[in-house]
């Protein structure tokens, strides 16, 4: 799944694409907004929310509208295999067409295409607090605030860190390798209750300083020790700790899942990887 650092280059590249340019076609492959067409709006600016995105436009008109009225976002979320690409004119797509979800074209011939999106929405732009206001503050955002994002974390004390810290309502953009590798760092078993992490502001800082090394080129400073040694224990298993040469293992965290199925006891298991030297399970 893509990380906070992924999200925010995806906005990065289609803000310098499209920014302050009209739309020359617009194709939503979603029942939803099939019938949707954007013709004439300017795109005023692609932004990243932890591992969400936003496309702010403005209609044709928008002299009425200074104060936002009017105005649209295109909400989505990448999930797990979903990706936003940026195309010049006439250029093949690198994925194929049936996995495309939404398509804007600039009137100068660059194009953005969503493919294989977990979720696409067009929603009123003064409305986005309903769609991400749930979100903790962003590891890369405007919003970030390590004390309020600690809060977050130490209002559930008995809950697993390594759960915790992918919770984004705690604090937005992690994911399952930066959990992996800040509960390394931090020498804390992923299982450790929150309220029994000796320095949790300091794993939240480490987040923090590991997202922002990473948000302008492709990762390589998790492990630090080059392409073959890119991390320190995500997908190690079986592998010398870069420590302590102690076995890396790999194993799950469980959770009830949200609504009714935790009703019946269903649970969902999330995959971790740490050293049993470095991190002994408490």
């Known amino acids: 799944m ?58 044709p008109d928008d002299t009425a509208a200074h104060d936002g009225a009017g105005r649209l976002s295109i909400h989505s979320h990448l999930s797990m295999e979903g990706s936003w690409q940026v195309y010049p004119p006439g250029q093949r797509w690198r994925k194929p067409a049936h996995t495309a979800r939404a398509v804007l074209t600039a009137e100068d011939g660059v194009s953005a295409v969503g493919f294989s999106l977990g979720m696409l929405e067009v929603i009123p732009t003064a409305e986005e607090g309903g769609a991400v206001g749930h979100l903790g503050p962003d590891l890369l955002g405007p919003d970030w605030d390590a004390a309020r994002a600690e809060a977050n974390l130490r209002a559930q004390p008995g809950r697993a860190v390594g759960l915790a ?23 804390v078993h992923p299982a450790t209750p929150v309220a029994r992490v000796p320095d949790l502001a ?24 080059g392409p073959r040694n890119s991390t320190w224990v ?49």
């Not at 592998?239 to 890396?248: E, G, H, P, V, Y």
């Open 202 to 225: 300091g794993m939240v800082a480490a987040a923090k300083r590991l997202l922002e090394a990473n948000k302008a080129r492709p990762r390589n400073t998790v492990g630090g020790f």
């Open 234 to 282: 995500y997908g190690r298993a079986g592998q010398a700790c870069l420590r302590c040469r102690t076995r890396i293992e790999h194993g799950t965290l469980a959770e009830p899942t949200p609504g009714t199925g935790a009703l019946l006891g269903e649970t969902r298991e999330r995959d971790i990887w740490f050293c049993p030297s470095c991190q002994p399970l408490p």
């Open 2 to 59: 893509p990380e906070g650092d992924n999200v925010y280059q995806a906005a990065q590249k289609m803000h310098a694409a499209l920014a302050g340019k009209r739309l020359a076609a617009s194709d939503f492959r979603v029942p939803a907004f099939a019938t949707l067409d954007l013709v004439g709006w300017t795109v005023l600016e692609v932004v990243s929310r932890g591992k969400h995105l936003l496309h702010r436009l403005a209609p």
């Open 165 to 187: 810290l992918l919770d984004q309502r705690n604090l937005a953009g992690i994911g399952n390798i930066y959990r992996c590798e800040v509960c390394f760092l931090g020498r």
